[in-house]
């Protein structure tokens, strides 16, 4: 049976996780603490799991790719949309509190149901209690105002466009990460209105829930 260290391993030597501060992210934040229990043998492998309510924790590697896109950093305030499991809210709020007081992780999840098994999967790290994460139950294409603007903005399910709340509410040089029509999106805010556009194809993520559908 596979073990964390080999999957992290096999991850790094793909290439697709490079940055010292996620590949200890990746150690300290064990993915077994956020799978569902008839699935905990297959923890450490490659795939996609369900979680049920048709959502899944994404496979290492995709978590990976998008927090490398992302490129999360110590004292940051980060947005986290359809956090389902939670386990890469808890990737962030391991980066973002190293050496700082600042950082903040506001993680949404749609489902109350994921919402709360999100929550105790992350209470395990006390990244709630200490306030480093906070969770909210709300439909994540609106943003989140209240602690607006945001260093970066993570989306882990599929959105039919980019919503105008996250672009408003996105510092400039910040970065926006999510899947869009059969890719992954990386948006660069560079001014106001401005933003450098990066696709990258080959992946495959569940439809955001949204207050419409």
């Given at each position: ?37 008839m ?31 992302l ?60 306030g ?11 943003g ?63 439809p ?6």
């Amino acid at each position: 049976m596979l073990s964390k260290e080999d999957i992290v391993q096999e991850i790094i030597d793909s290439g697709y996780l490079k940055s010292q501060n996620i590949i200890e992210a990746f150690f300290a934040i064990d993915r077994k603490d956020f799978v569902v229990s008839m699935y905990k043998d297959d923890t450490y492998s490659n795939i996609p799991l369900p979680i049920g309510f048709g959502q899944t924790i994404s496979q290492p590697l995709t978590v990976a790719f998008i927090l490398e896109l992302l490129q999360p950093q110590a004292g940051e305030k980060i947005l986290d949309i359809g956090s389902g499991s939670g386990w890469t809210s808890a990737l962030l709020a391991y980066i973002v509190s190293q050496k700082s007081k600042k950082g903040k992780v506001i993680a949404i999840e749609r489902i109350p149901e994921l919402k709360k098994f999100g929550e105790e999967n992350i209470a395990k790290y006390n990244f709630i209690k200490k306030g480093i994460i906070k969770s909210i139950c709300d439909d994540g294409s609106y943003g989140y105002k209240e602690e607006a603007p945001f260093d970066k903005i993570l989306c882990s399910a599929t959105v039919e466009e980019i919503p105008q709340a996250w672009l408003k509410q996105l510092k400039r040089g910040g970065r926006i990460v999510t899947p869009f029509d059969g890719e992954v999106q990386l948006w660069i805010k560079k001014g106001k209105n401005q933003f450098d556009i990066k696709r990258f194809q080959g992946f495959s993520f569940v439809p955001l829930i949204t207050d419409e559908k």
